[in-house]
């Protein structure tokens, strides 16, 4: 290796002014450093967004209490008559009158509507005629009867006149015979003139019963002619009674279907009558449901701010298929009576299922809309924190809380919507009104 030519002092300048650049260049990255760091802090403290500082002037706030909740399956449903009579004709003719309205309430026998049928009349004046002359055709022969009946018994009467003659006769010449008076010729004549008036007097009386038979023949031909003609009539008269079509029951007229040519046939449908003194409710449930009640099951039926109490009466043993899936029907019988309630009517019924004692609960408010039922604010002194919920069971004006708070903390219930993306707010304790 070759030597260094230079001098020893002048290489320990070389190395002093070395060292002294190696440290000017230090302290300049340092200093560099140093500023950018500072610039960088304040940029980022002037462009740093601000924390929001919200305060709150006034409000509801309400404590965290606790109570009984009823667990319930609310199903929409339908108000349905128990029993339901379809109005018709019992007979064919012109409807003529109408006598009520639908919705019109109606006592069982009341008229409905008036009908006229010109054949149903025919038919009535016919029977008349029928009878009138069947009636007629029976006196003529009881008047005939009752002659052949005299002469045939005036017979009878002279047979028996001339059979005494003859027996008086024929004792006489027994008496004559006896003395010798007589020969027994003369005898035996007489005793053929009783023969003959014993004969005659026997077939005057076969005749008469003979007669009196056949009379009694011709008697019934004729009552029973009489008796058809009376059936007859009394069908006419019937079918002109029904020209009145009345109420099979009391009730309410649901429907009115009446023909535009206003004819009617026999047994055709005019309309329907339902008894709303006995009225159920039909509900549509899902089959998953039914297990959670039975029959008996207490039910709450709301229609409006109307609120009414029923009980289970009847599940359905099958679904039946439906646009919206399978459905169970479910009956519910009413405790009450609910004539005033128009039937097929929408329903909304709540079924008891389950009675959850002492949850925790608050009132209801406009927390629950502003807060998306997700979160509330606690009150913490002058301040209230945000903090996660969760609600349960709606009873009336009352939420339950499964989760989140403790019995006895303040919570505002008023609106969030001013400040619900802030975790925590300020309070003026002056300002919050106690429900």
């Given at each position: 290796?070759q030597?260094?030519?230079?001098?020893?002092?002048?290489?320990?300048q070389?190395?002093?002014?070395?060292?002294?650049?190696?440290?000017?260049?230090?302290?300049?990255?340092i200093?560099?450093a140093?500023?950018?760091?500072?610039?960088?802090?304040?940029?980022?403290?002037?462009f740093?967004?601000?924390?929001?500082?919200f305060?709150?002037?006034?409000?509801?706030?309400?404590?965290?209490d606790?109570?009984?909740?009823?667990?319930?399956?609310?199903?929409?449903?339908t108000?349905?008559p128990?029993?339901?009579?379809i109005?018709?004709?019992?007979?064919?003719?012109?409807?003529?009158?109408?006598?009520?309205?639908?919705g019109?309430?109606?006592?069982?026998?009341?008229?409905?509507?008036?009908?006229?049928?010109?054949e149903?009349?025919?038919?009535?004046?016919?029977?008349?005629?029928?009878?009138?002359?069947?009636?007629?055709?029976?006196?003529q022969?009881?008047?005939?009867?009752?002659?052949?009946?005299?002469?045939?018994?005036?017979?009878?009467?002279?047979?028996?006149?001339?059979?005494?003659a003859?027996?008086?006769?024929?004792k006489?010449?027994?008496?004559?015979?006896?003395?010798?008076?007589?020969?027994?010729?003369?005898?035996?004549k007489?005793?053929q003139?009783?023969?003959?008036?014993?004969?005659?007097?026997a077939?005057?009386?076969?005749?008469?019963?003979?007669?009196?038979?056949?009379?009694?023949?011709n008697?019934?031909?004729?009552?029973?002619?009489?008796?058809i003609?009376?059936?007859?009539?009394?069908k006419?008269?019937?079918?002109?009674?029904?020209?009145?079509?009345?109420?099979?029951?009391?009730?309410r007229?649901?429907?009115l279907?009446?023909?535009?040519?206003?004819?009617?046939?026999?047994?055709?449908?005019?309309?329907?009558?339902?008894?709303?003194?006995e009225?159920?409710?039909?509900?549509?449930?899902?089959?998953g449901?039914?297990?959670?009640?039975?029959?008996?099951?207490?039910?709450?039926?709301?229609?409006?701010?109307?609120e009414?109490?029923?009980?289970?009466?009847?599940?359905?043993?099958?679904?039946?298929?439906?646009?919206d899936?399978?459905?169970?029907?479910?009956?519910?019988?009413?405790?009450?009576?609910?004539?005033?309630?128009?039937?097929y009517?929408?329903?909304?019924?709540?079924?008891?299922?389950?009675?959850?004692?002492?949850?925790?609960?608050?009132?209801?408010?406009?927390?629950?809309?502003?807060?998306?039922?997700?979160?509330?604010?606690?009150?913490?002194?002058n301040?209230?924190?945000?903090?996660?919920?969760?609600?349960?069971?709606?009873?009336?004006?009352?939420?339950?809380?499964?989760?989140?708070?403790?019995?006895?903390?303040?919570v505002?219930?008023?609106?969030?919507?001013?400040?619900?993306?802030?975790?925590?707010?300020?309070?003026?304790?002056?300002?919050?009104?106690a429900?």
């Amino acid at each position: 290796m070759q030597k260094s030519i230079l001098p020893e002092r002048l290489r320990e300048q070389q190395k002093k002014r070395r060292k002294t650049d190696s440290n000017r260049q230090l302290s300049l990255i340092i200093f560099t450093a140093l500023a950018i760091g500072l610039i960088a802090y304040g940029a980022y403290y002037f462009f740093l967004p601000k924390q929001e500082k919200f305060v709150l002037g006034f409000y509801t706030y309400a404590q965290v209490d606790t109570r009984d909740f009823l667990e319930t399956l609310s199903v929409q449903g339908t108000v349905v008559p128990k029993n339901v009579e379809i109005i018709s004709a019992k007979i064919g003719g012109t409807l003529e009158e109408i006598l009520v309205e639908e919705g019109q309430d109606v006592a069982q026998g009341d008229p409905l509507f008036r009908l006229y049928s010109a054949e149903v009349v025919a038919e009535k004046n016919a029977a008349e005629t029928e009878l009138g002359e069947a009636r007629a055709k029976l006196a003529q022969l009881e008047m005939d009867q009752e002659i052949e009946l005299a002469a045939e018994r005036m017979k009878i009467l002279n047979a028996r006149e001339q059979l005494a003659a003859a027996e008086e006769q024929l004792k006489l010449q027994e008496i004559l015979f006896e003395y010798g008076s007589i020969a027994k010729v003369d005898l035996e004549k007489a005793e053929q003139s009783v023969d003959a008036a014993e004969r005659l007097l026997a077939q005057s009386e076969r005749e008469l019963e003979l007669l009196t038979r056949r009379h009694e023949a011709n008697r019934a031909a004729a009552e029973k002619a009489i008796a058809i003609a009376e059936e007859k009539l009394a069908k006419a008269l019937e079918n002109m009674e029904h020209f009145t079509v009345t109420a099979p029951s009391s009730g309410r007229i649901l429907s009115l279907k009446i023909p535009s040519n206003r004819i009617v046939t026999a047994h055709q449908e005019l309309g329907t009558l339902a008894d709303l003194t006995e009225q159920v409710a039909e509900l549509n449930v899902a089959p998953g449901q039914t297990e959670r009640f039975g029959l008996g099951s207490p039910v709450t039926i709301s229609l409006g701010q109307s609120e009414y109490s029923g009980v289970v009466a009847f599940v359905a043993p099958r679904a039946e298929q439906g646009t919206d899936g399978s459905r169970v029907l479910v009956r519910v019988e009413f405790l009450e009576e609910v004539t005033h309630l128009r039937p097929y009517s929408s329903v909304m019924a709540h079924i008891h299922l389950q009675l959850q004692k002492d949850s925790l609960y608050l009132p209801r408010g406009a927390y629950l809309t502003s807060g998306q039922q997700l979160f509330v604010y606690v009150i913490d002194g002058n301040k209230a924190q945000k903090r996660e919920v969760q609600f349960g069971l709606l009873d009336g004006n009352a939420v339950q809380i499964l989760r989140g708070l403790e019995l006895g903390e303040r919570v505002i219930i008023s609106s969030y919507d001013a400040f619900r993306h802030l975790d925590e707010i300020e309070i003026l304790p002056e300002g919050g009104h106690a429900l």
